[in-house]
C-alpha cells in the first residue's frame, strides 16, 4: 500500500491531534469524553489514519451502532455538517 506525503505528515501528528481534542473535549464538558477519529482522502487505495482515546473493542461498538443507525435511516443533523 502507497502512502502519500500528506498521508505520512498527518500519521506523524495523529499522538497530538488526539491530545489536543480530548483537553477540548473535557474542557467543554467538564468530563473525559472517548473519540475515535479516522482521517482518509477518497483516492483509491488511500491510507486511513485512525487515533482515539477509547479500547478498540469500544470503538468497534461504536461503529457499528452508527452505521446500523446509518442504515436504518438515522437523521444527520445539520449543526454537526462541516461543510
Not at 57 to 73: F, R
Request: proline letters at 2%.
Amino acid at each position: 500500500m502507497h502512502i502519500t506525503n500528506a498521508e505520512y505528515k498527518v500519521s506523524l501528528e495523529l499522538k497530538e491531534i488526539a491530545k489536543k481534542l480530548e483537553a477540548q473535549l473535557r474542557k467543554i464538558t467538564g468530563q473525559t469524553m472517548l473519540f475515535s477519529l479516522i482521517i482518509f482522502n477518497t483516492e483509491e487505495g488511500s491510507r486511513m489514519s485512525y487515533v482515539s482515546n477509547a479500547s478498540r473493542e469500544d470503538v468497534i461498538d461504536a461503529m457499528k451502532s452508527l452505521i446500523e443507525g446509518w442504515e436504518n435511516g438515522m437523521p444527520d443533523i445539520p449543526a454537526h455538517k462541516i461543510i
